[in-house]
């Protein structure tokens, strides 16, 4: 039994969620869980050590509804996990318009489809990490 705590609540993604570096259009990863103040990006380029970001994603919510989302993001820790080309990384958000905040919110408190924890939940199959929680 998992005696994981969160202080917000994230949501598990199974489909394919890409994250673009809104600086250099380069696509960096995809989006392992998702709170209202972080995330888990799996990474597939190379990420700096405690670094800021401008990410860009696209979330469909319960309505179809596909909202872009643009925000700051600080690099909290990393961790290669054995396979080459992917690196599971924290970040926290330092920088979202409230009108996304409050989408993104909307959006992590909808119920999860089948593939998908509920909210506050984690994965079954997802590692533990000796990290420091970015939410």
Avoid at 29 to 46: C, V, Y
Avoid at 54 to 63: C, E, G, S, Y
Avoid at 101 to 109: E, N, S, T, V
């Amino acid at each position: 039994m998992s005696s994981e705590f969160r202080r917000r609540r994230r949501r598990q993604i199974s489909e394919t969620v890409l994250v673009t570096d809104a600086m250099t259009e380069a696509v960096v990863g995809r989006i392992a869980n998702l709170s209202e103040t972080g995330m888990l990006l799996i990474a597939t380029a190379p990420l700096t050590d405690d670094a800021l970001y401008q990410f860009r994603f696209r979330l469909v919510d319960a309505r179809g509804v596909n909202a872009e989302y643009e925000l700051g993001a600080h690099l909290l820790w990393k961790d290669d996990q054995g396979t080459p080309g992917m690196t599971w990384t924290g970040l926290r958000f330092i920088a979202i318009p409230e009108d996304q905040a409050q989408r993104l919110r909307d959006w992590i408190g909808e119920p999860t489809g089948p593939g998908q924890s509920t909210p506050g939940q984690s994965a079954a199959d997802q590692p533990a990490h000796n990290q420091p929680d970015p939410t």
